[in-house]
């Protein structure tokens, strides 16, 4: 029996972006039903692990035209500047909003709320939660919901596709684990918050469940994923396991040393450095302080001197905290002492820590506009799943946990007035849509059998192809070795074999899913980068050098899925008030 | 060392094939710079693609990976191989809990009583601050008071450490009278009233013994059994106010 359930509102994801977009709806209008449909329970939702904080203009002396520049500059002058201009304009709001609802954010001593510097801003306007704010940022959101009764959750479902009716989207088909049905989730509006895709590469700071589910989803069902050739690796993860030491390590004053003990930032046009001592240390856009992809190709370039060390887990160089001393490490940054005195047996008080860069963030993703909207009809997406565009070529640390807020709040108003001026979709003719979906999962994963592939290695297969074609620096070749390398993958997806033929919480299913996912983005992101001729931000081309090139280049790029492989079209950058300029930073 | 083994004992159940729960061994690469999560997912991908559990951050923040390993709660993310080998390793699901497969247990009763102590922050009617003021102002002294009991990652560790949730399924457990203890200690709440019809009834603080092992195996310093303690205290006193003749109720 095909079961079809109905709400007004549906969102899948019950991350940062998903609650917010939750209680956006509730707020707005409290007789809607909302669902929240997530493959884990909200509070494991990956943006639990973000550490460092939140942006937003809160300080006097600052403003938004310089959060608004620090983040297009940042961006390379890819990021759409009316999104980033709304934005920035939203954030102080959102933020004092979370504060409203029980964040713990640090304090000043006189009781108002603390900041921190982050790289790339031209002053402090980072809000945080110690080391931790990520966690009591989504810990406080799910708290709040649970206060709002129309909204309803499914946890552990795991959305396998839209229901799209007459070019509408009118909801997803997804299973809940515990049984292994397969049901319909209807609703009048639907909005995608299912997070990233790290788990593209093999080396992340990302959780397990970063597998691009809902850009696969959307893109499956004709809608563009955009700039997909963005992706950011962040300069700081632990060699290993690439569990990330947070930029506010940096904020807070720690340095970034070679095997020669040498503050090795300073050969790179990122400025001269100050002694650690030095009252004014560390120096905002400066050296440490400077942007991710930056920091991230200077790494590079220091192991291709042979001036890095090297390790059981590859090559590395040393954040050193030591200075800041104990206190300040307990009080600002415990997390750091934690994580790495756990998993690399350091105690960063004492000694500096092994780091390497580590994919971290995925700038492109669905395209929408500046309210969340996607080109198909009554669908939406927010999170780091979306593309507005605010991060361009190159996020600025610290502006992604804001972006789920301010875009939550928006999209979930939208969808509102969408659900509101539409018809209630008919459930009737959607049943068969449910019924092909059990189908096919039953038939290509639960009752096959006779397979040859193994999941692992076409995982493993996959992540050696992006991390050597789609890595920090790119060329024509690699990139297409990895887009034939995808193909080729894809292919092989056919005859995949799965140990786990029953229906109660079938995780190796879960996981098949999530690789065919997977493939399908990791295709789009190779060609994308192939097909950018140029080097901007997190894009570096070494066949097609910096600086980049805005006569061909300003533009977004659009992959669309065709049988063949994806399709790039292309898609005018807009630009208000700031015009391309050369980005500096150590001034 | 790359030969070198461990093993991992595990108990199995399925509910659409087994009666009861049964142990299977399997034998397992050893590393050094292993968490006992490493080993299992190099079961379910190399091995055995039926093992079923939960995970995700891998980096003990989470709170998907708890399991009994030899005997005590632990979060597999974040417990190393080499704290066991070369003894074998016994891994369960997390004690009390009903399990829906190996080692997946139902998290239904837990979610609820979570809700129960409505973790959320309340204000009277006419005492919101508008958005338009800016934030409530809470020293860094009054954010300490709290701050312990905001650092419950929802593991669960505590609830399989505490014999008398094993013994008493309406108990309201540790963590979620320490979440309710986090909110009615925050300076900007103003709910604590509306939140002692929970925390002060027999299900909640009346029925620890205090035993204290929650806080033993705490993974984030929560330190439950302090929580229970104090509003232990906390509605004792509000008793004896109760009965004083110039208490107004
Ligand atoms: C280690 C780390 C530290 C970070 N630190 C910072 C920081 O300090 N500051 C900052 O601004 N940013 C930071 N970031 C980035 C930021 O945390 C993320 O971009 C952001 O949290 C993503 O939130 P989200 O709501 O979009 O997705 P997520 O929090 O990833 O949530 C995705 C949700 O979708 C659900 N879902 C996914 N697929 C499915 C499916 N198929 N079916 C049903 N449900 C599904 C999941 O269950 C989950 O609930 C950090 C990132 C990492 C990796
Ligand atoms: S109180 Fe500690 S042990 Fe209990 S659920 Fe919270 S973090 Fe886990
Ligand atoms: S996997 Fe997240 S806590 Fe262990």
Request: aromatic residues 8%.
């Amino acid at each position: 029996m095909t079961e079809i359930i109905e709400h007004d509102v549906l969102i899948v994801g019950g991350g940062g972006a998903g609650l917010r977009a939750a209680i956006a709806i509730a707020e707005a209008d409290p007789s809607l039903s909302i669902a929240v449909v997530s493959k884990v329970y909200p509070m494991r939702s990956h943006t639990v692990s973000a550490e460092g904080g939140a942006a937003a203009v809160i300080r006097p002396e600052d403003s938004l035209e310089d959060h608004i520049y620090d983040t297009i500059s940042g961006a390379d002058w890819l990021a759409d500047q009316d999104a980033v201009e709304a934005f920035v304009n939203e954030a102080p709001r959102e933020m004092t909003q979370l504060e409203h609802w029980g964040c713990p954010w640090s304090r000043n001593p006189d009781g108002t709320v603390a900041v921190r510097p982050f790289g790339g801003m031209k002053i402090e306007r980072t809000w945080f939660a110690a080391d931790k704010t990520g966690f009591h940022m989504l810990h406080a959101l799910f708290q709040t919901s649970l206060k709002y009764e129309p909204v309803k959750r499914y946890d552990e479902w795991f959305a396998t596709q839209l229901l799209v009716e007459d070019g509408r989207c009118v909801g997803v088909t997804a299973i809940e684990l515990r049984t292994g049905q397969v049901r319909g989730i209807v609703a009048g509006a639907v909005i995608i918050c299912t997070g990233g895709a790290g788990r593209l590469w093999p080396f992340t700071t990302n959780a397990a469940i970063k597998t691009g589910d809902g850009m696969a989803m959307a893109y499956r069902a004709g809608i563009a994923l955009k700039d997909m050739e963005f992706v950011q690796y962040h300069p700081t993860g632990l060699p290993g396991t690439g569990i990330l030491i947070t930029e506010a390590s940096r904020g807070e004053g720690g340095v970034l040393i070679n095997k020669d003990g040498h503050r090795y930032l300073q050969d790179y046009d990122l400025g001269k450095p100050l002694d650690v001592s030095d009252p004014e240390h560390p120096q905002k856009r400066t050296m440490e302080l400077g942007p991710r992809d930056k920091l991230s190709q200077c790494f590079i370039k220091e192991q291709q001197a042979g001036r890095t060390f090297e390790g059981e887990y590859g090559h590395y160089v040393h954040l050193d905290v030591t200075h800041l001393g104990e206190k300040k490490i307990n009080k600002k940054i415990p997390f750091v002492r934690e994580l790495a005195r756990n998993y690399v047996g350091i105690d960063p008080v004492y000694d500096p820590i092994p780091v390497r860069p580590v994919l971290h963030y995925v700038m492109g993703g669905i395209h929408t506009d500046i309210n969340g909207a996607t080109s198909m009809p009554g669908l939406f997406a927010v999170g780091e799943c979306a593309c507005v565009n605010i991060n361009g070529a190159n996020r600025l640390g610290s502006n992604s946990l804001t972006e789920l807020l301010v875009f939550g709040a928006r999209a979930g108003q939208e969808a509102v007035n969408f659900a509101a001026a539409q018809s209630k979709p008919q459930t009737g003719p959607l049943e068969a849509q449910v019924r092909d979906e059990q189908q096919r999962i039953a038939g290509q994963f639960i009752n096959k059998t006779g397979g040859t592939e193994r999941l692992v290695t076409l995982r493993t297969e996959m992540n050696e192809a992006m991390e050597s074609g789609v890595g920090i620096y790119r060329d024509a070749a690699g990139t297409q070795a990895a887009c034939d390398k995808m193909a080729e993958l894809q292919d092989r997806f056919q005859h995949v074999s799965l140990d786990d033929h029953s229906l109660s919480f079938n995780t190796e299913l879960t996981a098949a899913l999530e690789l065919e996912n997977m493939l399908d983005i990791a295709r789009a992101s190779s060609l994308a980068a192939n097909v950018r001729q140029e080097s901007r931000g997190a894009h570096q081309r070494t066949d097609f050098p910096p600086p980049r090139d805005d006569d061909n280049w300003l533009k977004h790029s659009l992959a669309f899925r065709t049988d063949d492989g994806p399709r790039i079209e292309h898609l005018d950058v807009t630009i208000t008030r700031w015009p391309p300029a050369k980005r500096t930073y150590g001034s | 060392m790359p030969d070198e083994k461990i093993t991992l004992e595990i108990l199995r159940y399925h509910p659409e094939t087994d009666e009861e729960p049964s142990f299977q061994t399997f034998e397992v690469p050893y590393h050094e710079d292993w968490v006992v999560l490493d080993a299992i997912n190099w079961i379910k991908e190399h091995v055995d693609g039926t093992l079923t559990y939960r995970w995700s951050c891998r980096m003990g923040v989470c709170g998907s990976c708890g399991m009994m390993v030899n005997g005590t709660p632990r979060l597999t993310c974040a417990v190393f191989l080499n704290e066991f080998h070369p003894e074998p390793i016994k891994i369960e699901p997390l004690a009390y809990f009903p399990v829906e497969r190996d080692l997946v247990t139902v998290m239904d009763s837990f979610m609820e009583k979570l809700q129960s102590v409505k973790p959320w922050l309340i204000r009277n009617e006419d005492e919101e601050k508008p958005l338009e003021e800016g934030e409530y102002l809470q020293s860094p002294a009054e954010l300490a008071s709290y701050k312990q009991f905001s650092m419950c990652i929802n593991c669960m560790l505590c609830y399989a450490a505490c014999p008398v949730t094993g013994l008493e399924s309406e108990f309201v457990g540790p963590a979620a009278i320490a979440l309710g203890m986090r909110y009615n200690r925050d300076s900007r709440d103003q709910g604590r009233e509306q939140r002692q019809e929970v925390i002060a009834s027999h299900d909640a603080i009346w029925n620890c013994t205090f035993v204290g092992e929650c806080s033993v195996v705490c993974p984030k310093d929560v330190d439950p059994a302090g929580a229970i303690q104090q509003a232990k205290v906390e509605s004792t006193i509000d008793w004896y106010t109760s009965l004083l003749p110039w208490t107004k109720k």
